[in-house]
């Protein structure tokens, strides 16, 4: 069966550092690849999608970047973080032939 | 472009008794609808969908949706609710060209006893 995992689970970090979020597949192969952010009272929002290694495509410009170094592998990165980045961060995949997403359990980032 | 509305962002229910998470999206074409359930500081889990098909779609944990295609809506219900039902609740729209998910702002269901 196919699982996602997400690291770490709660991150604390000062303004202005960088941030390494990770998620990885396991189960499945060549998998649609999703970052969300989920803002307080304010629903989820798409930040980045992979259909492949190296092909990332962005929803939203802001300061944070995403990359793809392996087929089940999907990072979430920041050169400096912004108060504003605070929130739950959501990995998510689906099949390519399937619109059925599934998420993994999220990352509690609080940017103090 | 798509885009969904849920119309409430909090619904108090008493146990056991009916329970109705309002959502209608907009959208020119044809489109995919989901609802998905998030239990507090946990991920997603997908309750059910609408592809095509039958408009009264059952999904899990004795939850359904119906699709009403005039009134652009998919509601989702529960005829009796319990207190572990409490969570947030998502509906969520998809072209059936591509598979980016556009989500309500969520509604936040609390079952008291």
């Known amino acids: 069966s196919q699982t996602i995992h997400q690291w770490p689970a709660t991150l604390v970090q000062p303004v202005g550092s960088p941030l390494s979020l990770e998620c990885t597949v396991e189960?499945?192969?060549?998998?649609?690849l999703y970052w969300y952010r989920q803002a307080a009272g304010r629903g989820l929002q798409l930040l980045f999608y992979?259909?492949?290694?190296?092909?990332i495509s962005s929803e939203v410009p802001q300061n944070l970047s995403a990359s793809r170094p392996q087929d089940r592998q999907f990072i979430l990165s920041s050169k400096k973080l912004l108060l504003s980045d605070s929130g739950f961060y959501l990995c998510a995949w689906s099949v390519k032939s399937s619109y059925e997403q599934y998420f993994g359990p999220g990352t509690r980032l609080t940017v103090t | 472009a798509q885009s969904v509305t849920q119309l409430d962002s909090q619904v108090p229910v008493f146990e056991e008794a009916p329970v109705e998470l309002r959502c209608n999206y907009s959208s020119s074409v044809s489109v995919y609808l989901f609802w998905y359930v998030q239990y507090p500081n946990q991920g997603l889990q997908l309750l059910l969908k609408y592809l095509s098909g039958s408009t009264l779609v059952k999904g899990i944990n004795g939850f359904e949706a119906e699709f009403n295609k005039s009134q652009t809506s998919f509601h989702l219900r529960k005829p009796s609710v319990h207190i572990s039902d409490t969570a947030e609740y998502f509906c969520a729209v998809s072209r059936p060209s591509g598979g980016k998910l556009i989500f309500g702002q969520g509604t936040e269901l609390s079952v008291k006893p």
């Open positions: 189960g499945t192969s060549n998998p649609n």
């Open positions: 992979s259909v492949g290694i190296g092909q």
